[in-house]
Structures are given as C-alpha cells and as structure tokens.
C-alpha cells in the first residue's frame, strides 16, 4: 500500500509534476514561463510560431515567433518582454 504524501503543484497551470517541497515549488513559480509576471512567450498573445527543430544534440526543442519582432526567429524564449501582451487563452482553465 502506498504511503500517501503531500504534494504542491504550479499555481499557473504549466503541467510541471507535483513537488513534495512548498518552497521548492514557490521557487519554480518565480520563473515559470506561465506565470504573467514573467512576460515570457508561452502567455503572450503576440505569439506567432510554436513548432520544433531538432537541436545538436538531436532534441526536439519548442521555437517561438513573434508578430512584433521582439524575438529573433530561432530563439528558444523570451522573458520580460516589452512587447508582451497577455493571452487569455493560453492560460488552463
Ligand atoms: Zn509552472
């Protein structure tokens, strides 16, 4: 029988696992690309692109565009971006 534990999750939905650490995971929060104080890429709505490219190493990495040229085509993501607009629809009900 499995022992159950107390666990903590992303507060901004990212879909990161559980982390038995409170602090561990308030650690995360503060950089989370899903949290809107961030400004990153994943929840802004001047998003174009999201498709992969295959690193050097062979890795499939996620690659963002961007409809006000804020971030250069190729780049991985973008943080505290002055072009960033929140996008809604992004974030998980
Ligand atoms: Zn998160």
């Given at each position: 029988?499995?022992?159950?534990?107390?666990?903590?999750?992303?507060?901004f939905?990212c879909?990161?696992?559980?982390?038995?650490?409170?602090?561990?995971?308030?650690?995360?929060?503060?950089?989370?690309?899903m949290?809107?104080?961030?400004?990153?890429?994943?929840?802004?709505?001047?998003?174009?692109?999201?498709?992969?490219?295959?690193?050097?190493?062979?890795?499939?990495?996620?690659?963002?565009?961007?409809?006000?040229?804020?971030?250069?085509?190729?780049?991985?993501?973008?943080?505290?971006?002055?072009?960033?607009?929140?996008?809604?629809?992004?974030?998980?009900?």
């Amino acid at each position: 029988m499995p022992k159950e534990v107390k666990a903590f999750a992303c507060s901004f939905g990212c879909g990161r696992k559980v982390l038995t650490s409170r602090k561990a995971m308030e650690a995360h929060e503060q950089t989370c690309a899903m949290n809107p104080e961030r400004r990153a890429c994943k929840l802004c709505k001047n998003r174009t692109i999201e498709h992969l490219k295959l690193d050097t190493l062979g890795c499939y990495q996620t690659v963002y565009g961007c409809s006000k040229g804020a971030v250069p085509y190729g780049a991985t993501m973008h943080f505290n971006c002055a072009h960033w607009a929140c996008s809604a629809e992004a974030i998980p009900a």
